[in-house]
């Protein structure tokens, strides 16, 4: 008996947790990269003021999981992050369910995509409804500029005007004719809370706005996808339903829910 106590742990403290060096880098990585967003590997390393190899490493790890995803040499959070906290009900995108998105869905017969900003992009966490074509076209590319999405473009004119105007001057030097057309579009988007895009050669247009939770931030964009001839004829209607369901999913109560 005595031997066999010899061999067992020492018990773990309940009240009192204990730091871990692994967990303490990449929870500091993810940190880091939520505050700052567009971080380079040399500016990590030297905010963990850890190893090039161990940073990497870690960095790795949290790519290949999806917790960040790399773009120019750049970090960004990665869907795996949207994913999860949506799904825990800690992102309070209005908190938005899928038998939501299978009611707007049905009552307005096109395809409905949720999606969260991440970085300078928008990612597409849950659809429903989407045919062939918008489907493939979501899955293969879950990951769009912001000012090339109507989601994105809603998401925008919702931020602070100071955080609204950085961005936007950070991407004029690539994005020029991008900036240039939201610009003309920001007030219309504004008044009416409604964004629209072309996509696929103009083949494909997007309605979309924002989704608040009670505090009445923007934390997700709702859009709807289709045709270009079915759709367009039809955006005045589509918003009006579009904002009826949004408006309706914010007055809920906060509370976890199951996962989209």
């Known amino acids: ?3 066999k106590s010899k061999r067992m742990p020492a018990a773990r403290s309940k009240h009192v947790p204990q730091n871990h060096r692994t ?8 940190e880091e990269v939520v505050y700052n967003p567009g971080m380079t590997f040399v500016e990590l390393v030297r905010a963990l003021g850890a190893a090039k190899s161990s940073v990497h490493g870690f960095i790795s790890g949290l790519l290949a999981k999806g917790w960040l995803y790399e773009e120019n040499y750049r970090f960004y959070l990665g869907p795996a992050v949207f994913s999860l906290t949506l799904a ?3 992102i309070r995108a209005g908190l938005v369910t899928h038998a939501d998105l299978v009611a707007l869905q ?3 017969g096109v395809a409905v995509f949720l999606g969260v900003k991440a970085g300078d992009h928008l990612i597409y966490i849950a659809e429903a409804g989407s045919d062939q074509v918008t489907g493939f076209a979501a899955q293969s590319n879950i990951r769009r500029k912001l000012l090339a999405t109507a ?3 809603a998401l925008i004119a919702a931020l602070p005007d100071l955080e609204r105007g950085t961005f936007l001057r950070r991407q004029r030097t690539a994005e020029a004719e991008l900036v240039d057309r939201y610009l003309e579009e920001y007030d219309k988007i504004r008044k009416t809370r409604i964004a629209t895009n072309f996509r696929l050669r103009d083949t494909q247009f997007a309605i979309a706005t924002t989704v608040h939770n009670q505090s009445g931030e923007a934390v997700a964009a709702i859009t709807l996808v289709g045709p270009t001839p079915k759709l367009q004829p039809r955006a005045k209607k589509l918003g009006q339903l579009l904002l009826k369901h949004v408006d309706s999913w914010s007055q809920r109560s906060i509370k976890a829910r199951e996962p989209i």
């Open 1 to 3: 008996m005595a031997e």
């Open 23 to 30: 967990i303490d880098r990449v929870t500091r990585i993810l």
């Open 106 to 108: 049905e009552e307005t």
């Open 88 to 90: 825990s009900g800690h």
């Open 151 to 153: 989601g994105g473009k």
